[in-house]
């Protein structure tokens, strides 16, 4: 299993990213997916999630700022993320895990997000 993470970068503080994730190794569709960031010296925390249904759902620290999306056909899940604040400023991980072994879990390698003020 492979989930591959692009399109970080740095930007101003209203900007807009959009990440990308592309998996392979697993029945894409089947799967839960989600969006992790963790910046130093922090905890890593759950950005957005998105089920094997388009059931979203949103961490509190940034609703209404990012669109989780899918796209089966192309075994990706996209971040859209508006509003940049500087407390974005993180490394974001695409995640997932077995839905038949929930306890085993696959990683993306991590994008680093800067947002400057």
């Known amino acids: 299993v492979q989930l591959q993470a692009s399109g970080g970068g740095s930007v101003q503080a209203g900007g807009s990213l959009r990440l990308s994730c592309v998996a392979s190794?697993?029945?894409?569709?089947?799967?839960?997916m989600m969006w992790y960031r963790q910046a130093p010296g922090k905890q890593r925390e759950l950005v957005a999630a998105i089920s094997s249904g388009d059931n979203t759902n949103y961490g509190d620290s940034v609703k209404g700022r990012v669109t989780i999306s899918r796209d089966n056909a192309k075994n990706t899940v996209y971040l859209q993320m508006n509003s940049l604040e500087p407390e974005d400023t993180a490394v974001y991980y695409c995640h997932t895990y077995d839905y038949n072994r929930p306890w085993v879990e696959y990683w993306g390698q991590g994008t680093q997000v800067t947002v400057s003020s």
């Open positions: 190794g697993i029945t894409f569709g089947a799967h839960r």
